[in-house]
C-alpha cells in the first residue's frame, strides 16, 4: 500500500495510520476535513466504523459484504456491485466526488 500510494497524484493525500484507538479516530473526524471514507472489506461484523463517519457527515463508498449491506442508503453513500473491481471503486471514487 506504501508504495502505491507513493505514485499518486501529489493532490492526493494518503495516511496509513495501522491501528489506533477509537477515542484517536473520533477526533480526527471531529477536527480534520475527511473527504471520504472507502470500505471495501468482503466481510463485516456490523460495520461501527461506517456509523462513526456518517455521524460525522463524511459520505462513502461500501462493499456491501456481511452487514455492510445494511447500512448502505444513497443518500449518504455509494454501494458497490458484488462483483466489483478496481476499475469499478475508481469509477465509485470519480462518482463520490461530486457528493
Known amino acids: 500500500m506504501e508504495s502505491l500510494a507513493h505514485t499518486l497524484p501529489k ?3 494518503v495516511e496509513l495510520r495501522g ?3 477509537n477515542k484517536e479516530v473520533l477526533e480526527f473526524y471531529q477536527f480534520n476535513h475527511v473527504d471520504l471514507f472507502i470500505h471495501v472489506s468482503l466481510l463485516e461484523g456490523f460495520g461501527f466504523s461506517i456509523i462513526e463517519a456518517f455521524s460525522f457527515g463524511i459520505p462513502a463508498i ?3 459484504g456481511g452487514a455492510v449491506k445494511e447500512l448502505i442508503d444513497e443518500r449518504y453513500c455509494i454501494g458497490l456491485s458484488e462483483n466489483c473491481d478496481e476499475l469499478g471503486l475508481a469509477e465509485a471514487i ?3 466526488r461530486k457528493i
Open 11 to 13: 493532490n492526493v493525500i
Open 19 to 21: 491501528n489506533i484507538s
Open 62 to 64: 461500501l462493499y456491501p
Open 94 to 96: 470519480k462518482i463520490a
